[in-house]
């Protein structure tokens, strides 16, 4: 490992989150600050816009991906602006266009810092979340990391308690 890939002596490293709206990530990203703090390490939030598809006509499919990479950069940026006031923790933020799955391996890979991927689980009974499924299956081989699964009910204050 070259010293461009290595990690500070004392940094915790950086814990990867997927920011989908979804109330399983605020789980994650509750838990991912914390283990960040706790680890003196850091906190990155990816969007993953998914491809859109328009055979007819390309000006609208232009004008979709713009209008749907702003949102993406002004959502995350709020939250980075919430996690800052409320935790000390300034998140890295990544946007990506394409598969979900595809871009999510594609950043692990891509960020020698990265020493997991938090998740959170869905409440749902028999669906833990298609992220969780792909990634505990066969998924899993493609990360060089370990994939947290955090499950979707804990409160703030249960997540203080854990680690």
Do not use: C
């Not at 990479?69 to 946007?95: D, Q, Y």
Request: avoid cysteine; aromatic fraction near 4%.
């Amino acid at each position: 490992m070259d010293s461009d890939n290595k990690r500070r002596e004392g940094d915790g490293g950086t814990y990867l989150v997927i920011a989908d709206g979804s109330s399983e990530f605020t789980v994650a990203l509750n838990y991912a600050v914390h283990l960040a703090k706790l680890r003196r390490g850091h906190v990155a939030m990816a969007r993953i816009i998914e491809p859109m598809i328009f055979t007819e006509w390309q000006g609208i499919e232009s004008a979709a991906r713009e209008e749907a990479r702003i949102r993406a950069e002004t959502e995350l940026e709020a939250l980075a602006g919430k996690v800052k006031a409320e935790t000390g923790l300034t998140p890295s933020l990544i946007i990506r266009e394409g598969h979900k799955h595809d871009e999510i391996i594609a950043i692990a890979k891509g960020n020698p810092a990265l020493v997991a991927v938090v998740l959170g689980a869905s409440q749902e009974r028999g669906n833990p979340g298609p992220l969780i499924s792909f990634f505990t299956a066969k998924g899993l081989a493609q990360l060089a990391v370990p994939v947290i699964i955090v499950p979707g009910h804990l409160k703030a204050d249960d997540i203080g308690k854990l680690a």
